[in-house]
C-alpha cells in the first residue's frame, strides 16, 4: 500500500460545478498537507497548505483535513475551464520531505 | 524575477549512454529535489540536498547520481541510461527543508527524457 494513495481519473465536470478532490493516506505522523496544481507539460505550483486538521479557504478554493480518517479534501467552487489541470496531494512530517500522490487529472468543459 | 530552470527540455538518448540534466535555481534556496514523473507513479523522489556538498538518496535513486558543489546547481546524472529511466524529470528548491508554508517547493518546467 502506497503512503498516499489519489485516484487518478480523470474527472469531468461542467462549468459551474463544485469539485471534490481527495486523498488517503496511511501515515499518521504526517502534519503537513498541501495540494499542488499541475498544468499540462508544465511544473507543479503550490495551491494550498494546511498545518494538522481543519479547514482553510481561498477563494474558490477550500481544503479540508480529517486526520482522525487520515482523509484530506480540496473543493473547488464554481469550476472554470481555466482549473483543468492535475491536482497533487503532498504530506509531510518531521521530516519535512513531501510525499506526493499521484495526482487527480480534472478537466471542466464548458 | 527568480526562478528555477531546467535544460534540456527533451532529450533522446540510447541505452548506455551517460545523460546529466541540468537545474540551476536563483531563489538562493538551500534545498534541492530531483523528482521524476511517470503515469500510474505521480512524483516520485530521486535525490535531494539541503546545501552545498550535502545529497542524499531519494526513494528511487538507483541508476541516478547529484552532485553539489554550489547553491544554484543541482545536476541530475544518468550514469548508463536504461528505457526505464524514460521519464519527465522535475527539478524544485525550497527556503525551508521539505517546502512548508512560505518554504514552498518551487518546481521547473520539466526535462523529458526518451531513452531508446
Known sequence: QKEVEQDPGPLSVPEGAIVSLNCTYSNSAFQYFMWYRQYSRKGPELLMYTYSSGNKEDGRFTAQVDKSSKYISLFIRDSQPSDSATYLCAMSHASYIPTFGRGTSLIVHP | DAEITQS????????????????????NHNNMFWYRQDLGHGLRLIHYSYGVQDTNKGEVSDGYSVSRSNTEDLPLTLESAASSQTSVYFCASSALAGGIGTGELFFGEGSRLTVL
Do not use: N
Open chain 2, 8 to 27: 534540456p527540455r527533451h532529450k533522446i538518448t540510447e541505452t548506455g549512454r551517460q545523460v546529466t540534466l541540468a537545474c540551476h535555481q536563483t531563489w
